[in-house]
């Protein structure tokens, strides 16, 4: 059983570019959440889909967005990259009711 | 002041001793504490998972939960080498969909 996964696994990019990032849910989870990790932190909430709508967000600017499919899979799209949104960008995947479970992550560099 | 405050670390102690790690918060709302082990440049990887007060036990692993006083505990027995590791400390409340994250402390186990 496939756990969640995430590509890509590292990514550089300029600043003012933009990226997006994908997740798959782990089997059976149709809940997916994105958070950010800077170096030396804990992870922040940016979102969660849930029936291909955001459930909920966090504290984060509107150039951060997302989506879910139909297959629960997901994207997060960041516009307009900023130095400061070099991070470990989590996807973490749940069913309805039980535990979270995260993938390894993307890390994007902007310079 | 911070949600969930944890001691940065370094944890620095002998192979095979007995490691207490620990994280306060503020919020009286949260009802689920979960504690993550996370390598470097790794995704986090689920150790425990509590629901409201009390103990859990998985092999060498014992979570405590104490709600009146806002601190939850991460016991490590018989450490190894192979738990030199970050550990995070999470929680949320029943009904939001966030975790809270503590920065994390990090292990290091002496062979």
């Known amino acids: 059983d496939a756990g969640v996964t995430q590509s890509p696994t590292h990514l550089i990019k300029t600043r003012g570019q933009q990226v997006t990032l994908r997740c798959s849910p782990k089997?059976?989870?149709?809940?997916v959440s994105w958070y950010q990790q800077a170096l030396g932190q804990g992870p922040q909430f940016i979102f969660q889909?849930?029936?291909?709508?955001?459930?909920q967000r966090g504290n984060f600017p509107d150039r951060f967005s997302g989506h879910q499919f139909p297959n629960y899979s997901s994207e997060l799209n960041v516009n307009a990259l900023l130095l400061g949104d070099s991070a470990l960008y989590l996807c973490a995947s749940s069913a309805p009711v039980g535990t979270i479970y995260f993938g390894e992550g993307s890390w994007l560099t902007v310079v | 002041q911070k949600e969930v405050e944890q001691d940065p670390g370094p944890l620095s102690v002998p192979e095979g001793a007995i490691v207490s790690l620990n994280c306060t918060y503020s919020?009286?709302?949260?009802?689920?504490f979960m504690w993550y082990r996370q390598y470097s440049r790794k995704g986090p990887e689920l150790l425990m998972y509590t629901y409201s007060s009390g103990n859990k036990e998985d092999g060498r692993f014992t979570a405590q939960v104490d709600k009146s006083s806002k601190y939850i505990s991460l016991f490590i027995r018989d450490s190894q080498p192979s738990d030199s590791a970050t550990y995070l400390c999470a929680m949320k409340e029943g009904s939001n969909y966030q975790l809270i994250w503590g920065a994390g402390t990090k292990l290091i186990i002496k062979p």
């Open positions: 889909y849930y029936e291909e709508e955001e459930r």
């Open positions: 089997s059976g989870h149709d809940t």
């Open positions: 919020n009286s709302a949260f009802q689920y």
